[in-house]
Every structure is written in structure tokens, then in C-alpha cells.
């Protein structure tokens, strides 16, 4: 059992609210185990663990999502029994869940103040809620009409919104899991900017982050979780990035290296003055000219800051947006006039940046999901051959080992690091020539990480062409033999696999600090 947090300061902030030999299972599953958790007034407590350690089911068993199966939660010092997150909100607690729970056919507004409208003489006021949405917006320096369908906006601004909303209800308790994970660094400067106010005016703050050098910017304290049991806890002056990943995973991880040991084959993917325009018809080009060969057995890694046309580069080679111009050749094939499943067949695959709206079917188990983009292996007119899809599947979760119950287990039993293994695993099953990997490690532990660079790895060895994209220059410094900054549709600048931080953050334009 986990010891009860107890600062060295004794003038530390009063315990606003706290767990007490918290423990949830389902059914032989123990997700937390006598967990002891504070938060204090006006600080941020930062929890660190791995995907599956069970920090979002604390989070969810402190706002009221979940009941705890034994324990206490103590508010103001006394015990409270939340009936639902409603009951926590209408005490002062929100919370901002890692994955966006938003409707996308309503209005920014109407996402904002969904099931706590303002309410006028003659019904609803949407005259205020506009208002406030747009003060919300400027709060947060993100130029977002109220009025916008969420469904229109590009992921980070989904992220903004779910924030904004969190922040409407004014709480005395904010929980934060993983809010940056799709945010820019601007944005991400301008939502610390927020946490700092809010702290400043005695809101407590419990902020999630796989982001670890991130996180440490803000933290007053820091507590980390491990196979559902707190194993560590100390204010901000006592830790460093070791002590989070010791604590953590129980040694150094690190990303991995480019793999060696083994010759390029002939080029797999070859891009030809590639020209895509805005979605949106801002009347630009969000991919400009772009030439680009990737080799089979190499690794590409794709750097560049948000709008710098990374997404589109990999969506538009996908399938998944149209070019206006340009060649994509797989091997010594045009596939441009391809749809998406005969690009599939024709052995390019794409695991997209939004794993939960893009990358999974929530209705259907693990097994299901996995083996969807490669129905056609195991159906033979109106017949399925189950054995076959079952070996399917067993051989994938084996190969990047998911953890799960089974095939059978509900695809959102599984943390966010297994998720994203079953969306890399579904099209590594396909055996493709070239997978396209948007922002693969987006929103997962530096454990699970881990792994996913090893499966790339491994791929590479075997002759498949990666290409992948991210927005942390450390993960180009990982496992790619060469990276590629875009920036502003085009490719900015070109390095192998040693070269430094500071000459990729140049060559992308963003702002390096010494």
C-alpha cells in the first residue's frame, strides 16, 4: 500500500482534496491499489506513469466518472461520495480528458456550454454563451469563431475547445489529462500562461503529461504511478527528468537509434513535385512542390511545426486528400488515382494522427479492429474464415504486444500506448512496402514509446519503408536515418541522423533557446 503524500514543508498549501486508500478493479483487474493522492490549493501536482499505470482512472474516480471499488475522497477534509461527474462539477471539480469528447456537428459554443446552457427570459441565451465563448477564446489567443462547426477545426483546436470548456465552469479543482498533447509550442506557452492565472487566484491544478521536460516547467509537486500503486512523490525542487523515468519504468529508456547493420533496397516511395491545396480553401498550398524518395529498409522522420504541412503530406500520399498536382509512385507504380483500400492492397498504409476518430472503430473488440484492413485476407466472397482471422490476430497482438485480456476485449478497455498499438499493429498486418506514421507517438508514455520505434525498427530491418512525423525534435533523434523539416509546405532542410536540436528547430523556424 502506498503511503499518504507528506511534503517536507509544513507550510505547504492546505489539501483541497485527496484520496485515501483508493482501489478500483474490474473484475480481476486492479487498476489502483490503495492509492494516497493530495491536491493543494493554488498548485499543479503533476502524476507521471505509463499508459496503464492507472493515472486516468484515479483522475476519473476524483471527478466522479467512476466509484472506487474501496477507499475514501476526502473534499475540505471531509469525506464525499461523488453520484457523478455532475455531482464533482457542481463542487468545483472539471476535468479535460485525453481524448476529445466533443460533438462535431455542433458549434464551438454549443460544445462549450452543452448540458449547462445559460438560460435567458424566453430559453436559451445564445447571444451570452457567444459572448463568453469568445472571451474564453481570447483568454486562450486562439482566433476561433463561436459559431464554428468543431468538426472543421484541425485537431489542436479541437484541444483548445475542450480546454476552453473546462475553464467556463470556473472550478476550484482542474484535472488536465494530457492537454498538450495536440497543441503547438504557442499554444502550449499560451495554456501555461492560463494554468499560472488560474493557480495565482487559488485554483488547484492535477495536470497529466507524457511530456516530461514539458510538465516539469509547471509542477509544484510530482507523483508517479506504477501498475496502479504510487511509487514516488516529491515537490519540484527534489526532481529531474531521471527521477520521473526511474520511477516511471524502473530504468533509462530511451527512443532507441537508427537501426543498422543491413543495406537500403531500391526506392519504395518516390514523390514528384507534389502539390496539395488547403483543405479548407484558404486559397494556399499546404503542400508546395515537394519532391521526396524514401528507400526500402530506411526510415524518414518528418519534422516541422503545426501548419507546417507534415499531416497533408502523409494524408494527400494516403489517399485521404486530393492533389492538385504532382506524382506518388509506390515502387515504380502511379498510385495517385488510387482510393485508399487499393493503396491498402498495393502495400502503402497510413496510421493517422487521431488514433480514436480516425484509427479505431469504438464498437468493435480488439481483434476486430486489428484485423479490419485485412478482411479481404480471410473473406472469400460471403464466406469469412474465422480460423484464419483469429491466427491474424493472435500473430498481431504477439508481434507488438498489446496488452489486453484477448481479441475479444473491448477495444476501449485498453490504455492509450496499447491503443495506438492496435492502430499501428491493423496496418502492419496489411504487410505493407511503406508505412506513413502521423505523430505515432502522440499522447503515450515514454515506455510505450519506446516500443513503437522498436516495431518501426524492426520493420525497417525486414525491408519496410517508415516514414513518420512528429513535432518533438527529440523523437527525430530516435530511430530515423534521415530527417526532413518542412516548413511552410516545403521541405526547408535535410539532416542526417546526427545532426543537432538547435539545426532542426532552425531550419523549421521555431525560436531556439540557449
Not at 486516468?56 to 471527478?63: E, G, I
Not at 479543482?173 to 487566484?201: C, H, Q, Y
Request: proline share 4%.
Amino acid at each position: 500500500m502506498s503511503q499518504a503524500p507528506s511534503p517536507s514543508d509544513a507550510q505547504a498549501p492546505e489539501v483541497v482534496l485527496a484520496a485515501r486508500n483508493v482501489a478500483k478493479s474490474y473484475g480481476n483487474v486492479h487498476a489502483l491499489k490503495g492509492v494516497n493522492f493530495d491536491i493543494h490549493r493554488g498548485q499543479v501536482t503533476t502524476l507521471f506513469g505509463e499508459n496503464g499505470a492507472g493515472k486516468s482512472t484515479l483522475m476519473k474516480v476524483l471527478s466522479g466518472i467512476v466509484t472506487p471499488t474501496s477507499g475514501e475522497i476526502l473534499l475540505d477534509g471531509q469525506p464525499v461520495v461523488f453520484s457523478s461527474a455532475s455531482d464533482a462539477r457542481d463542487r468545483g471539480i472539471s476535468i479535460i480528458h485525453q481524448e476529445l469528447s466533443l460533438a462535431p456537428n455542433l458549434s464551438v459554443r454549443d460544445n462549450i456550454f452543452m448540458g449547462r446552457e445559460i438560460m435567458g427570459l424566453t430559453g436559451v441565451d445564445f447571444a451570452k454563451e457567444e459572448e463568453e465563448t469568445r472571451a474564453l477564446m481570447a483568454e486562450l489567443e486562439e482566433d476561433i469563431d463561436p459559431l464554428t462547426p468543431v468538426g472543421e477545426l484541425r485537431l489542436g483546436q479541437q484541444q483548445i475547445v475542450e480546454i476552453a470548456r473546462a475553464l467556463s465552469v470556473r472550478s476550484r479543482i482542474l484535472i488536465m489529462d494530457e492537454p498538450t498533447s495536440a497543441l503547438s509550442a504557442t499554444e502550449v506557452a499560451v495554456l501555461f500562461k492560463v494554468i499560472g492565472d488560474l493557480t495565482s487566484r487559488g485554483v488547484s491544478i492535477v495536470y497529466i503529461s507524457h511530456h516530461l521536460e514539458e510538465a516539469l516547467e509547471i509542477t509544484n509537486h510530482a507523483v508517479v504511478l506504477r501498475d496502479g500503486t504510487m511509487t514516488a512523490y516529491a515537490p519540484r525542487a527534489e526532481i529531474d527528468l531521471k527521477w520521473i523515468v526511474r520511477n516511471m519504468v524502473g530504468e533509462n529508456y530511451d527512443l532507441g537509434s537508427p537501426p543498422v547493420g543491413y543495406a537500403f533496397g531500391a526506392t519504395a516511395l518516390s514523390v514528384r513535385e507534389l502539390t496539395v491545396p488547403d483543405p479548407a480553401g484558404g486559397g494556399y498550398n499546404v503542400v508546395d512542390k515537394l519532391s521526396l524518395d524514401v528507400k526500402a529498409g530506411e526510415i524518414v522522420c518528418i519534422y516541422g511545426l503545426m501548419g507546417a504541412g507534415r499531416t497533408e503530406l502523409l494524408e494527400t500520399l494516403a489517399g485521404r486528400l486530393k492533389a492538385s498536382s504532382g506524382q506518388i509512385l509506390l515502387e515504380d507504380d502511379e498510385v495517385s488515382g488510387l482510393t485508399i483500400a487499393r493503396r491498402i492492397q498495393a502495400g502503402l498504409a497510413l496510421v493517422p494522427e487521431d488514433r480514436q476518430r480516425d484509427g479505431l472503430v469504438q464498437t468493435m473488440s480488439v481483434g476486430q479492429n486489428l484485423s479490419l484492413a485485412s478482411i479481404a485476407d480471410f473473406t472469400r466472397g460471403l464466406f469469412t474464415s474465422l480460423r484464419i482471422e483469429q491466427q491474424l490476430i493472435d500473430d498481431t497482438i504477439r508481434k507488438v504486444t498489446v496488452k489486453t485480456a484477448g481479441g475479444g476485449a473491448p477495444i476501449g478497455s485498453l490504455s492509450g500506448g496499447n491503443q495506438q498499438k492496435v492502430v499501428i499493429g491493423k496496418m502492419l498486418a496489411t504487410n505493407p512496402k511503406v508505412i506513413l506514421l502521423d505523430e505515432p507517438s502522440r499522447g503515450i508514455d515514454i515506455g510505450a514509446k519506446a516500443e513503437v520505434f522498436r516495431l518501426l525498427a524492426e520493420g525497417a530491418r525486414r525491408g519496410l519503408a517508415v516514414v513518420y512525423s512528429t513535432s518533438e525534435v527529440g523523437e527525430c533523434l530516435s530511430v530515423a536515418h534521415r530527417i526532413i523539416v518542412m516548413r511552410k509546405g516545403r521541405i526547408a532542410a535535410e539532416f542526417g541522423a546526427t545532426a543537432s536540436k538547435d539545426e532542426i528547430m532552425a531550419a523549421s523556424g521555431e525560436a531556439v533557446v540557449h
